[in-house]
C-alpha cells in the first residue's frame, strides 16, 4: 500500500474533495487526521475509516486562526505517532461581482483560501523541520488559480495566491526534503458546487467548459492529490497539476 505507516493530515476533510482524500488515502494505509470546522463531519469521515478497519482522528479545525491550526497539527502527531503529508482542502468561495464585493467578504474568502493554506503549511512543516523529518504538503487551488471567471475575483485571487505560496515553499524548502505542489481542479461535484447543478441551463455550460465534455468527481481529484503526495515521486515540487477535463488548454471553438 503506497501509504502504509504514513501519517496524512487533511484540512477541510469532512465534506467534497478532503473527504474523498481521507478515505482514499485511509485504503493505502495512511493514518489520517481530519480537521474540518465541522467537527461532526470531520467526526464522520473518521468513523467511516475506523468502521473500514483504518485508523483516523477527528480535529475541530479553524484555518485561519493560528492556534486551532497548531492543535492540530500537534494533536496528529501526538495521537497518529508521525507526520508526512499535508492536504490543504479547507475553502469556501463568494459569487458576486467585483463591483459589489465587500471588503468582508473578501478578507473571509481570503483568511480561509490563502491564510487557511499559509497557517497550516507552515506549522506543518515548522514541525517537519524540527524533527528533521521528510514530509510532502499538497494545495487545493483551481483552474482559477491559473485563470479567470467572472463574479469570482475573491476567489480567483485567493487561488492565484495558493499558486504563488505553493512555488514560495517548494522553492524553499526543497532541500529540507519537504515538497510542496498544488492540484488546478476544473468543476468538481461536490457540498461546494451542488447549486450550480440544480439548473440544468448552468450544468449544462458547466459540461461544456472542460474539454472531456463533463464535471469531476471529488475520487478523481483525490487521486491526483496522492500522485504528488506519493514518496516515489519525489521529483516533483512546485508542479501546479491541472486537473481540469483540459478546461484550461483553450476554448472549444
Ligand atoms: N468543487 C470544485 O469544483 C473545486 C474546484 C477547484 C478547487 N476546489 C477547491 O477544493 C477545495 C475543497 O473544495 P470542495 O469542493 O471539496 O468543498 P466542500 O465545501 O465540499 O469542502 C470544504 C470543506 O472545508 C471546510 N472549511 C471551510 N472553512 C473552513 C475553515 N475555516 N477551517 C477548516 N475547515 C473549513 C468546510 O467545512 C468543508 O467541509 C477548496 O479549497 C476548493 O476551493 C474545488
Redo the contacts with the bound molecule.
Keep these: 500500500m503506497r501509504f502504509n505507516e504514513q501519517v496524512v493530515l487533511v484540512?477541510?476533510g469532512?465534506?467534497?474533495?478532503?473527504q474523498q482524500v481521507c478515505l482514499a488515502a485511509a485504503r493505502e494505509g495512511a493514518r489520517v487526521a481530519v480537521?474540518?470546522?465541522?467537527a461532526e463531519?470531520a467526526e464522520q469521515t473518521a468513523a467511516q475509516i475506523r468502521a473500514a478497519g483504518g485508523e483516523a482522528h477527528a480535529f475541530a479545525?479553524?484555518?485561519?486562526q493560528p492556534g486551532s491550526v497548531n492543535q492540530f497539527v500537534n494533536g496528529a502527531e501526538a495521537a497518529l505517532g508521525g507526520l508526512d503529508v499535508l492536504v490543504n482542502?479547507?475553502?469556501?468561495?463568494e459569487i458576486v461581482s467585483v463591483l459589489d464585493l465587500s471588503l468582508e467578504e473578501w478578507n473571509k474568502v481570503m483568511a480561509?483560501?490563502t491564510t487557511?493554506t499559509f497557517l497550516p503549511s507552515q506549522a506543518f512543516a515548522r514541525r517537519l523541520v524540527a524533527l528533521g523529518r521528510p514530509g510532502r504538503i499538497v494545495n487545493?487551488?483551481?483552474?482559477?488559480g491559473i485563470s479567470a471567471a467572472p463574479n469570482r475575483a475573491a476567489?480567483t485571487a485567493s487561488?492565484h495566491a495558493v499558486v504563488g505560496l505553493t512555488k514560495e515553499m517548494a522553492l524553499e524548502l526543497g532541500e529540507k526534503n519537504i515538497r510542496v505542489n498544488a492540484v488546478?481542479?476544473?468543476?468538481?461535484?461536490?457540498?461546494?458546487?451542488e447549486r450550480y447543478f440544480q439548473d440544468p441551463v448552468q450544468a449544462e455550460v458547466i459540461r461544456s467548459i472542460h474539454a472531456v465534455g463533463r464535471w469531476a468527481e471529488?475520487a478523481e481529484v483525490a487521486h491526483a492529490i496522492l500522485f504528488l503526495a506519493e514518496e516515489r515521486n519525489g521529483f516533483i515540487t512546485g508542479a501546479i497539476l491541472t486537473v481540469d477535463g483540459g478546461w484550461t488548454i483553450g476554448k472549444k471553438m
Design positions: 484540512t477541510g469532512g465534506s467534497g474533495i478532503g480537521g474540518d470546522l465541522d463531519r479545525l479553524d484555518v485561519t482542502s479547507a475553502g469556501i468561495r480561509v483560501n487557511g487545493l487551488a483551481s483552474t482559477l476567489y487561488k488546478a481542479p476544473g468543476v468538481v461535484r461536490t457540498p461546494l458546487t471529488p
